[in-house]
């Protein structure tokens, strides 16, 4: 409830939490790890100010060097909760040392893992301000090996519950102003796995795919030629 973690952070034991995820015993870093990720998906508020104190250090080291499989959950959990909700300035100023964690995560074992990170870009990469989104975007096609993970997903993943978010994301990809974002995605061949997407058996998976095809089909005339192109060759 939270009037029970407004007791939580108001007894100030927040920077002690966030130290926690570096202490040598995993079963206590886990359990710090968990009670910051519902104290961040409470409110903005209090996401910002674990933003503003480095909670991403401690998150790194349990993601990249994760001593079992909880801690690797539970870390891109506690990631989700940080992006989740209103996207201040604070908010923003993380994403830039986040995307490197994300990139990392995409090449998980764990096919939950992958999944909430998936998710985590989806909610990540929109926004109603289109010149926020437009930000956003370019930073994440601009991250070093992101997008390449995320196209590799969309191509050999059968995993639904991966490539409807991924799919998502090419299809917030292809929302910005610039046609210069939709060429990015086209310079991968995004559209040689249209044709299975637009005909699968999932009506979500469908409406995700008609999604990123009207956002093709809203670029220039050659980014559309690539879509009639597609077609014949499906």
Not at 32 to 40: G, V
Not at 122 to 127: F, H, Q
């Given at each position: 409830a939270a009037d029970h973690t407004d007791v939580v952070v108001e007894s100030g034991v927040v920077p002690t939490l966030i130290g926690l995820q570096e202490?040598?015993?995993?079963k206590i870093r886990h359990q710090?790890?968990?009670?910051?990720?519902?104290?961040?998906g409470d409110n903005t508020s209090y996401r910002d100010n674990l933003i503003e104190a480095n909670i991403l250090k401690g998150v790194a080291l349990n993601v990249y060097n994760p001593e079992n499989d909880a801690i690797l959950k539970e870390g891109s959990w506690l990631i989700h909760n940080l992006v989740r909700g209103q996207q201040t300035s604070t908010w923003f100023g993380m994403l830039t040392p986040l995307l490197p964690i994300l990139s990392h995560l995409l090449s998980?074992?764990?096919?939950?893992?992958?999944?909430?990170?998936?998710?985590?870009?989806?909610?990540?990469?929109?926004?109603?301000?289109?010149?926020?989104?437009?930000?956003?975007i370019n930073l994440f096609q601009s991250a070093g090996g992101l997008i390449g993970r995320l196209h590799n997903l969309l191509s050999t993943s059968d995993s639904l519950s991966i490539l409807l978010p991924t799919l998502k994301i090419f299809g917030n990809f292809c929302s910005g102003s610039s046609p210069i974002f939709t060429q990015r995605c086209l310079d991968l061949n995004i559209t040689a796995v249209l044709p299975k997407f637009l005909s699968h058996a999932s009506k979500r998976m469908r409406r995700e795919a008609a999604y990123l095809v009207s956002n093709i089909a809203a670029?220039?005339?050659?980014?559309?030629?690539?879509?009639?192109?597609?077609?014949?060759g499906a």
């Open positions: 202490h040598y015993d995993p710090a790890m968990w009670t910051l990720s519902n104290i961040a998980s074992e764990d096919g939950g893992v992958i999944e909430e990170i998936c998710w985590t870009i989806v909610d990540a990469s929109d926004s109603k301000k289109q010149l926020l989104k437009d930000k956003l670029g220039e005339k050659a980014q559309v030629r690539s879509l009639l192109w597609c077609n014949d």
